[in-house]
């Protein structure tokens, strides 16, 4: 079997994921295997790298290609059997559609300076459909490029592990087959892209500033930049939905009882869906 490399991340706390660890499969049924870990929660993403020209993509545990949709191992001893079978690229009609950007660390993430150029991220690129046509990573530089790609409505996402990600639209046609130089920010919880709304042809959803406080909560938490009526929803680690409600302004949200750990808030905002990490004590 052509060799495959796992990765391995952590979530340190709420926002920061980070990546820990990574060993090659071995034996013809791909197996792999990480020793001596601590309790916690954790992502798991398989890489295809002995093959070339393969049309597989890097897939994380849950049989996903974005973080945001995978299955989360909430691990207190030894867990067994977790494959991971790797998802295939879309067939697609190539074209001379091409975007290149750059990727830089903002304030207040772990371990990174303001202004580092983040290298390693996947970029991932959804035909019209949703359906995965390309997937690449940054480079030293903290730069990508895809081209090759067809004139359609695409959608470009830079997917972080335990972090809001940001999606542009992209409208490439024969007037404007190159969307270039785009800028993303990887913050503390989100990555937000950088004077979108000043390219015509890009059309990027609106971030505005979203804060849960207290942060982490035990009985009741507030929102700021979050409309009234606002409709949520709380999952668990690994996915599930555990409570849901409509957000009342100074009213708060009052949680139920639920285990101690890392949860996700989603708001179904007039800009989209957000999702921001909610730590319960």
Same mark, same amino acid.
């Given at each position: ?127 019209? %459909? ?14 990508? *490029? &895809?081209? /090759? $790609? @067809?004139l359609l409505t695409l959608s470009l996402i830079v997917d972080y592990p335990g972090k809001a990600m940001a999606t542009v639209s992209l409208e490439l046609n024969s ?62 680690? %690994? ?14 949200? *009052? &949680?139920? /009882? $639920? @285990? ?22």
């Amino acid at each position: 079997m052509d060799s495959v490399k796992v990765f391995l991340y952590r979530e340190q706390v709420p926002g920061h994921t980070e990546r820990i660890d990574s060993v090659a499969s071995y034996g013809n049924n791909g197996d792999y295997e990480f020793d001596h870990l601590i309790a916690g929660t954790y992502y798991v993403q398989a890489r295809m790298v002995s093959a070339s020209n393969h049309n597989f993509l890097d897939t994380y545990y849950g049989n996903q290609v974005q973080w945001k949709e995978s299955t989360a191992l909430v691990i207190n001893g030894d867990m067994n059997n977790k494959d991971i079978s790797l998802q295939t690229k879309t067939s697609s009609s190539t074209g001379t559609g091409r975007v290149t950007g750059t990727l830089t660390y903002g304030s207040g993430v772990v371990n990174h300076l303001e202004g580092e150029l983040a290298s390693g991220v996947q970029v991932i690129i959804l035909d019209d %459909q949703d359906r995965v046509i390309a997937q690449t990573y940054s480079n030293q530089q903290g730069q990508f *490029e &895809i081209d /090759q $790609l @067809p004139l359609l409505t695409l959608s470009l996402i830079v997917d972080y592990p335990g972090k809001a990600m940001a999606t542009v639209s992209l409208e490439l046609n024969s007037a404007h087959s190159s969307m270039e130089n785009l800028q993303f920010i990887i913050g503390k919880e989100v990555i937000d892209v950088l004077d979108a709304l000043s390219k015509p042809e890009i059309q990027a959803q609106k971030r505005q500033e979203i804060r849960i406080f207290p942060n982490p909560v035990s009985d009741r938490f507030y929102l700021k930049g979050v409309e009234d009526e606002t409709l949520l929803n709380l999952r668990n680690s %690994q996915g599930a939905k555990v409570f849901k409600a409509t957000y009342h302004g100074s009213f708060g949200v *009052e &949680i139920p /009882q $639920l @285990p101690g750990g890392i949860y996700y808030l989603e708001m179904n905002t007039s800009n989209g869906i957000r999702t921001i990490p909610l730590m319960i004590k």
